[in-house]
């Protein structure tokens, strides 16, 4: 995986209604050129001689069928968004796998671009790299991007417990599951965070789409990212992808339901902030300064997240009033490609002169995506913990929060009787889905600007 790290903001030009009152930036989520190995080729023996035992044992208890004549699997993408996350998407891509076997940089990933890499060792890189953007290191701590399984099949290896927020190549070992398909092959999920995989054991089976765990930083790694790397039923590397430079014997299809292009662009995320994000030095949090409800007199920072942005094309973004009227508009647009970037744009307490509900929203590349936010319904005021009830109580399938105004609230949790977070949703909220939660007490922790509340409800 290759190291990330920011370039510096620099302060770009608009043009817009009132420009020289809105203060706008820009930064690339860069990488850094060294590159390591994933894993060191003892940890890759360890593990293919883990499957081989494995797949032996599971055969002989009847949990494994494995099949010649199965077709080989389509997959879905193996990463996804969690419900709780503000975002649109939760990805890009670092790296692709390495199809000239040549080292070290001379590299060739299955579009015949360079979207790969080698190292001086002679390691070239075998899997999908898919980092999490926009805050990886937030999306980690709150568990916002989640590793799925890309086809059905049966969970041959798990290995768990290890340390999970490296920033340099360490050499420990990485949290990952193993997924072999009816046709033999075997999808691997690596640097996954630590305890959070499936509580399905070895030998269990998964659907496609089914939950294996949370995008981490476990083993060889500088930052969070799923790495995805798949082996045929003679543990052959696959080139999951169709492309022309795909020499591999996997090349003449695609194992994808449906690919995705070299290059995605899209937005990931349309957010508003109290200041500017700060990205820390791995492993450290990031500073998102997130916020959806500012008071009068406030500046609000808003800002998009983009994907893979290509050059010469134009992203733009609107400040919208709460009677629907535009209350400001401009462009943006880069001269290079990018796979990971924000802008951003600081609206002084001048441009917001009514109260509600206002909207910043962006259109790229034929996608619109819209953020809202309140401006002048702050108070002061502590809301009456006596005056806040949940129902129905107990409760089945759907709690509705009473007391609050629906825009002060900004998040709520839920827990079990031991303490755990098993449910959780972002922004303005006043009801919340249980009917997937076991019978039982619990606790709502629900989280405003001003003050947090708890109230205790049972799950019928």
Not at 92 to 114: E, F, L, M
Not at 383 to 407: C, D, F, R, W
Request: proline share 5%.
């Amino acid at each position: 995986m290759k190291k990330l790290f920011f370039a510096s903001l620099m302060l770009w030009g608009f043009s817009g209604i009132a420009q020289n009152e809105v203060q706008s930036g820009f930064a690339e989520y860069k990488f850094n050129p060294d590159h390591v190995e994933c894993m060191t080729p003892i940890q890759r023996a360890q593990i293919m001689h883990q499957l081989k035992q494995s797949q032996a044992a599971l055969q002989q208890k009847g949990l494994l069928k494995i099949s010649s004549h199965a077709a080989a699997p389509k997959f879905i993408w193996p990463v996804k968004k969690a419900d709780s996350a503000p975002y649109e998407n939760v990805w890009s891509i670092s790296n692709y796998v390495d199809h000239d076997p040549n080292y070290p940089n001379q590299i060739k990933d299955w579009n015949c671009g360079t979207r790969t890499y080698d190292t001086d060792g002679g390691y070239n890189h075998a899997g999908i790299d898919i980092f999490t953007w926009p805050f990886g290191w937030y999306q980690f701590q709150n568990n916002q991007a989640e590793v799925i399984a890309a086809a059905d099949g049966v969970i041959v290896y798990k290995s768990d417990g290890n340390f999970d927020m490296s920033c340099s190549m360490s050499g420990g070992n990485w949290n990952a599951v193993y997924v072999q398909h009816a046709d033999g092959s075997i999808a691997w999920y690596g640097h996954m965070k630590k305890n959070s995989l499936t509580a399905k054991p070895v030998g269990a089976a998964v659907a496609a789409g089914e939950f294996l765990g949370v995008v981490g930083s476990s083993g060889n790694s500088t930052g969070p990212h799923l790495h995805f790397e798949v082996y045929n039923s003679n543990f052959d590397l696959v080139e999951t992808y169709q492309g022309p430079c795909n020499n591999f014997p996997s090349g003449n299809q695609s194992w994808w339901q449906q690919q995705k292009p070299y290059e995605d662009p899209k937005i990931n995320a349309v957010l508003t902030h109290s200041a500017v994000p700060v990205f820390n030095t791995c492993p450290a949090t990031e500073t998102t300064n997130l916020k959806n409800d500012f008071g009068n007199g406030n500046s609000v920072v808003a800002a998009i997240y983009l994907a893979d942005q290509q050059p010469s094309t134009t992203v733009q973004v609107q400040l919208v009033r709460p009677n629907n009227t535009v209350a400001y508009t401009t462009t943006a647009s880069a001269n290079v490609f990018y796979a990971a970037s924000y802008w951003y744009w600081t609206f002084t307490s001048a441009y917001f002169n009514m109260t509600g509900t206002w909207k910043f929203r962006a259109t790229y590349q034929g996608k619109t995506v819209t953020h809202e936010f309140t401006y002048g319904l702050l108070s002061s005021e502590n809301i009456e913990t006596s005056k806040v009830e949940i129902y129905p109580n107990p409760a089945k399938e759907t709690l509705t929060i009473q007391g609050i105004p629906v825009h002060k609230i900004k998040r709520v949790s839920l827990y079990d009787s031991s303490g755990k977070m098993v449910s959780e949703k972002n922004r303005t909220a006043d009801k919340m889905d249980v009917s997937g939660l076991a019978k039982g007490n619990y606790v709502m922790v629900i989280q405003t600007d001003e003050q947090t509340l708890t109230k205790k409800f049972i799950k019928e």
